[in-house]
């Protein structure tokens, strides 16, 4: 994942919520975005830019790729820098960023530190933090119903999250996390573990010649996240150039996402040219299985991986850990000057065998319980063009590559062209590359990203996306096409005022119903926005957004949507207190012109709803930060449906058009 330099202006809750939104604002699913804490914690600490390869320079989105090659070449005619105002000889470079760069990087050595490892664990910067949550009116699943009704949900409706982490220095980092959904049993007769999930990672990151060390729950990815990339990985977004992956190695995972990490050690040996990783990772996994006739016997078979983490009813609990999966990777990353190339393999094997899918979309997907891949990934920078790419081959034989290109035509022009190819057989397992699906497989696509700026006020991005699909989908009984557009006008007066206009459309075939059948029909929807935010007085922030929907398809099928919400936040500068209130009304005719709006929330969660039908929705916010150390915050937020008696499907079933939620979390650091 990549960050811009908003994160960078100030570590805020604002800032912070800024940048998350424009990241997921354009995703069809809310994720687990604890990952992104992960990134903040290391833009806290100052590097040393002599020190920075051109990947880490990259990974923090303050430079673009002309400006990074301009820094590398300095270095090399001139020795490293003296002072980070030294940069005010790269012309390349303006002084606002220059300033920028001051917040992030300094020039002085970084001292050596002679405390004992056992001192620098007990000296690390500590915290506590816990979460809880729940909705009101309950669902149907907590009504009482007979005691041998399976599809009851044991536990309260509470959901409760608890993280310990301790950090010195981004040198040591290690933590514990526990959680408990909504729904699931705790610390009943039946269930004495307490929490349903339990994390533990350990992570060393040092300048010596074991340079990396992961125990316990990791994250790895390596060149474009291919061949093997874990945790998330962004797709199209608002920000229009963010399309390369800037994965860095292993990191400690520290997310609540309960199948996407690696369980094991990993470690990175090497220098500042040549570094050897070497990860094993043994964990297990909640899948679906099914009892299979093979070869004259019956043997359990999975179908396929389950990734929500619910474990409440009988069913969803007798999917739990059901797959053991065994990881065995290798990458040799070799660095000079303004090249990176690596090569990674991947060995996988799994206790149980994947099924032969009976689904047709399904029939060239993974089956068997083993697999092997190797891909080969390069980054080059040269002056303002920085090329990128990965190749990966399975043991399928079946290939998929990634590639792409930034140019930097001046100070004010920069655009991205990004390729990709994955086969209908490509081996999707431990990936994250670049896709307009969740998962790279299935899709041929190019991608142009374009961001111009005639001055510091104004600037202008678009992005075109254009893919197919060679073989059946989940929505598409054939072969799927589709395209997408973005353009954004963006003006800023000030750093407290904006004002920015977005189109964005999306053409794609589709399964649609039209009399008794399927048909494949082009569909359409359409989004237009108008954002508004300004200092109405110095500890008030208005933000303002009105959103329209439009979706067709050619049989003149039709629906239509509006939102709008208001915000106010009050923050005055020092003070321990801030307030945070919006107001959202809503106008959708169905879930086809559905509006997605990216929410705030307590500190580590987010919330991203999709609002279809009529209604409104309230909220409030109330953060207290006592001293340094402890902070209580507080949400509670009021939707109330025009259109509807019932909210919910299934066991989420709420007989009621009126939903209260409440968010509630303590920290404490020492």
């Known amino acids: 994942m990549c960050f811009p330099s908003i994160f960078l202006n100030a570590q805020s809750d604002t800032d912070q919520f800024i940048t998350l939104e424009k990241f997921i604002e354009n995703n069809d699913v809310a994720g687990d975005y604890h990952e992104l804490e992960d990134q903040l914690l290391r833009f806290r600490q100052k590097n040393n830019l002599n020190k920075c390869s051109s990947m880490e320079l990259m990974s923090y989105k303050i430079l673009k790729s002309n400006q990074v090659a301009a820094i590398l070449n300095h270095k090399i005619e001139f020795g490293d820098f003296v002072s980070i105002l030294e940069l005010q000889t790269i012309n390349e470079i303006s002084l606002e960023e220059i300033k920028l760069l001051a917040q992030w990087f300094t020039t002085n050595e970084m001292f050596m530190d002679s405390k004992k490892l056992w001192e620098q664990i007990t000296s690390a910067k500590k915290d506590v933090i816990v979460s809880i949550s729940t909705n009101r009116p309950t669902s149907e699943a907590y009504q009482t119903r007979d005691s041998t009704d399976f599809a009851k949900y044991p536990g309260s409706p509470l959901s409760l999250k608890c993280r310990f982490r301790g950090n010195y220095n981004q040198k040591i980092i290690y933590g514990v996390n526990a959680e408990k959904d909504e729904g699931e049993s705790f610390l009943n007769k039946k269930d004495k573990r307490g929490f349903d999930y339990y994390s533990f990672h350990l992570f060393f990151n040092r300048k010596t010649l074991v340079k990396k060390l992961a125990i316990g729950d990791f994250q790895a ?11 998330m990985g962004f797709g199209k977004s608002a920000m229009v150039l963010n399309v390369k992956r800037v994965n860095q190695g292993l990191g400690p995972y520290r997310a609540f996402n309960e199948n996407g990490f690696l369980r094991g050690i990993g470690v990175t040996i090497g220098n500042n040219k040549l570094e050897n990783s070497l990860i094993f990772s043994r964990n297990k996994i909640d899948a679906n299985v099914e009892l299979a006739q093979i070869e004259g016997e019956k043997k359990l078979q999975i179908r396929t991986l389950v990734n929500d983490g619910f474990h409440r009813t009988e069913l969803e609990m007798s999917k739990k850990d059901m797959l053991v999966e065994y990881l065995l990777a290798h990458n040799l990353n070799y660095s000079i000057k303004h090249l990176h190339v690596g090569l990674t393999n991947v060995l996988g094997k799994y206790d149980l065998a994947f099924s032969v899918s009976k689904d047709i979309y399904n029939r060239y997907n993974f089956s068997g ?10 980054d080059y920078y040269f002056k303002n063009i920085n090329f990128f790419s990965e190749t990966t081959i399975s043991s399928n034989a079946k290939p998929g590559y990634v590639a792409g290109v930034f140019v930097s035509l001046a100070k004010s022009i920069d655009f991205v062209l990004l390729n990709r190819n994955y086969s209908k057989s490509f081996l999707k397992l431990k990936t994250n590359a670049f896709s307009e699906s969740s998962e790279p497989n299935n899709e041929r696509g190019t991608y142009l990203g374009l961001i ?33 557009f973005l353009s954004e006008i963006h003006f800023q007066s000030s750093k407290s005022s904006l004002i920015y206009i977005r189109f964005k459309q999306k053409l794609e075939i589709k399964n649609t119903i039209n009399g008794h059948h399927n048909s494949l029909l082009w569909t359409e929807k359409r989004n237009f926005r108008i954002h508004v935010e300004f200092m109405a007085a110095s500890f008030l922030k208005v933000k303002s957004r009105l959103e329209f929907s439009d979706f067709t398809n050619t049989i003149n099928q039709s629906s239509l949507g509006n939102l709008l919400f208001l915000d106010f936040i009050f923050k005055k500068n020092l003070a321990p207190v801030s307030l945070t209130l919006r107001s959202t009304w809503f106008n959708i005719d169905n879930y086809n012109s559905r509006i997605y709006a990216v929410e705030n929330d307590v500190m580590y969660s987010w919330s991203v709803p999709a609002f279809s039908g009529v209604g409104s929705k309230y909220y409030g916010i109330l953060k207290y930060k006592y001293q340094k150390n402890v902070s209580i915050q507080i949400r509670y937020a009021f939707t109330h449906y025009m259109d509807r008696k019932v909210i919910g499907t299934g066991n989420n079933t709420i007989n009621s058009d009126k939903l209260h939620e409440i968010n509630m979390l303590i920290s404490c650091g020492f």
């Open 221 to 231: 990815g390596f060149g474009q996240g291919l061949t093997l990339g874990s945790g």
């Open 369 to 378: 319980n083993r697999y092997f891949k190797t891909g080969f990934y390069l």
């Open 452 to 484: 111009y700026k005639p001055n510091r006020k104004v600037s202008f991005s678009s992005y075109f996306d254009k893919y197919t699909s060679p073989w059946y989908s989940y929505y598409v009984d054939g072969m799927g096409r589709g395209s997408d």
